[in-house]
């Protein structure tokens, strides 16, 4: 049974139990978020288990927070922001998270089972829909930024200064790296010329729904560098999900399909893996739940492992890339 905390800007369907969120967004405005946890069990979400906190910063998302805080401290837990991707209902997002959870724990022998936190947007949870969801990820970067500034301030303004000594890392899939940028974008709104606030250990990116160009301009990624100490893109050109976006949507080649247009030019921080070589065709786009090899090497990164003891990997100069063996 893994507990997954969420924040969503998903309008509240039904406030009473069973609680529901649907696939519009809140009523009250484009950046309102609520706060809350539910319980998955084996992959599966108990509706009857959602528990939304209070709409008000002291007893919401400051409350959850130091919640968060308190068991990285006791129980010496890492914590891991999901945000989702395309075609995902607020039921099958804290699915996600929690298999993710799972699988965190199923490879590492339970040695390695973070906090599991997901962020929410509102995906229609239909396969069809993909521009209505793109539109809708680009919206939700606005409360996303908010959400990153509430941790933000909360961090800054603790009573406590004692450091928890644990790590928080963040994974966005497919879509949800748009929802990532738009959100990046917002929060340098927020910093203005300033160095944003660096919140995470690792930001990994998985079969980025997301241009190939991404790392070099400013309105894009360019600055995501400033929010981590380390960045993991991970790509599979055998990708079909992200193949069809190239040819049917008039989407420029994916970061997630064949990684970035100019790999020698990525910062420092990015490190590039192309796991193309053996990932299933069951798991072509979410190998980062399916696949134990990605699994494994994803553990290996937010458990902070250093890049020359990666046992799976081999390192191809030409590329400026990592392969991930099969």
């Known amino acids: 049974m893994a507990t997954v905390y969420f924040a969503t800007n998903r309008n509240l369907t039904n406030p009473s139990n069973p609680i ?51 068991t990285m401290r006791s129980q010496s837990l890492d914590s891991l922001i999901f945000i989702h991707g395309f075609n995902v209902s607020f039921a099958s997002a804290l699915e996600s ?11 590492s022998g339970d040695r390695y089972q973070p906090n599991i936190f997901v962020f929410s947007w509102p995906s229609n949870g239909k396969l069809f829909e993909y521009k209505d969801d793109r539109h809708d990820a680009k919206t939700s970067g606005y409360a996303f930024a908010r959400g990153l500034k509430k941790l933000t301030d909360f961090l800054r303004n603790s009573d406590n200064g004692e450091p928890c000594q644990q790590r928080v890392h963040l994974i966005a899939h497919s879509m949800g790296v748009y929802v990532l940028r738009h959100a990046l974008q917002e929060t340098q709104k927020i910093s203005g010329s300033q160095i ?33 100490k380390h960045i993991t893109v991970y790509f599979n050109t055998e990708d079909q999900a992200l193949a069809i976006s190239d040819a049917t949507k008039g989407n ?19 490190v590039l893996v192309d796991v193309s070589e053996g990932v299933s065709t069951f798991g072509e786009h979410s190998y980062h739940v399916t696949d134990n ?34």
């Open 196 to 228: 944003m606030p660096r919140l995470f250990d690792n930001i990994i990116l998985t079969a980025a729904d997301e241009d190939n160009d991404a790392f070099e301009h400013d309105h894009k990624f360019a600055r995501l560098p400033e929010l981590a």
């Open 20 to 70: 529901r969120f649907g696939e519009n967004f809140s009523t009250v405005d484009l950046g309102d978020l609520r706060f809350g946890q539910a319980q998955v069990i084996q992959g599966q979400f108990n509706e009857n288990s959602v528990q939304v906190l209070p709409d008000n910063p002291n007893q919401g998302s400051q409350a959850l927070f130091a919640e968060l805080r308190q």
């Open 293 to 326: 090899e990605v699994v494994s090497d994803i553990v290996a990164v937010l458990q902070g492992q250093s890049l020359n003891t990666f046992a799976l990997r081999t390192y191809v100069p030409h590329a400026n890339k990592f392969v991930l063996n099969h």
């Open 97 to 107: 998270a929690g298999t993710i959870s799972d699988r965190l724990a199923q490879i």
């Open 252 to 270: 420029p080649d994916r970061l997630g399909h064949s990684g970035p247009r100019l790999p020698h030019q990525v910062p420092y921080k990015v």
